[in-house]
């Protein structure tokens, strides 16, 4: 789940998400046009494609206007050259060695495998409780859906309860494949100790774990997400475009069904950020 949140945020799909057919998306009009920036639709799409190829550098760069980039990038310089004691020095070696030790999976296992048995025992009440969840929010009128969201969420219900019946999400076979996966990844970044890691400037601490991420996709794979396929789908419509605000729904496809959310963007430094950019340059100038 919070990798497919991170494919959702990569997206551009911050915040609440809902279900709509594709024909309200269709006949949303576009109210207010400039030229005087880019396209917002073309750079939300943008980061979309980057999650896509795996590149983290750039995506994060992409997400980030430049002088907050700068700033961060400047903080990490002087994170990095500071000395670093043993006792963080035998923290991070300790953490690194949970995580990339020949036998790093037979030890997670251990730990997890109790908790697999237990939650087999509740998984059918949850199954029906999310099902019957599900049916309430399409029949009752005491939710906050439109008749067109309604709608939309009955179509997508079958394919959702398809893929929650047919997957066995509690499979110690599954998790082991998905924790080597991952286990795997971290040694790919060829990092075990902190003087690597503070070896390297932002950008390239970014691109060694790119594995980690690809790693990640293939094990949420495993449990029927294909988040690539997801983040493929995205479309981009501009509802609202004004000087240097803009509105924007943007759409993926999850289990057959449209999820959409709508977006307030603003302008900075040239590029379209969401409206919680502005709000933190603005806390940092009361700061400052």
């Known amino acids: 789940m919070k990798l497919l949140s991170l494919t959702l945020l990569a997206a551009g799909i911050i915040g609440p998400v809902s279900v709509v057919s594709a024909q309200e998306i269709a006949a949303t009009p576009v109210r207010a046009a400039s030229v005087s920036a880019p396209d917002p639709a073309i750079e939300i799409k943008r980061l979309g494609n980057l999650f896509r190829a795996g590149d983290l ?3 994060a760069q992409a997400m980030t206007p430049p002088s907050q980039w700068e700033a961060a990038r400047t903080a990490f310089e002087r994170k990095r050259n500071e000395p670093t004691s043993e006792h963080e020095r035998a923290r991070f070696a300790a953490k690194m060695q949970e995580l990339t030790a020949p036998d790093a999976v037979d030890r997670m296992m251990s730990k ?3 908790e697999l048995v237990k939650a087999r025992q509740q998984m059918p009440a949850l199954l029906l409780m999310a099902f019957g969840a599900m049916q309430f929010a399409v029949n009752s009128t005491e939710t906050k859906l439109t008749d067109a969201q309604r709608d939309a969420l009955r179509q997508a219900i079958p394919g959702i309860q398809d893929w929650a019946t047919t997957t066995d999400f509690l499979s110690t076979d599954t998790l ?14 060829g ?4 003087d690597q890691l503070k070896a390297l400037p932002l950008e390239g601490v970014l691109e060694r774990v790119n594995p980690v991420l690809a790693a990640a996709k293939e ?7 294909d988040l690539d396929a997801v983040a493929d789908s995205l479309k981009v419509d501009v509802i609202e475009r004004r000087q240097d605000t803009a509105r924007v729904r943007t759409t993926v496809t999850v289990f057959g069904a449209p999820v959409w959310a709508e977006h307030e963007l603003v302008l900075v430094e040239g590029h379209w950020y969401g409206k919680h950019v502005q709000m933190e340059l603005d806390d940092v100038e009361l700061e400052g």
């Open 112 to 114: 997890l495998e109790p």
């Open 191 to 194: 990092i075990t100790d902190i």
């Open 176 to 189: 082991r494949r998905s924790l080597t996966l991952l286990t795997d990844a971290a040694r790919r970044t």
């Open 57 to 59: 550098a750039a995506l």
């Open 219 to 225: 094990a949420v794979r495993n449990y029927g997400i």
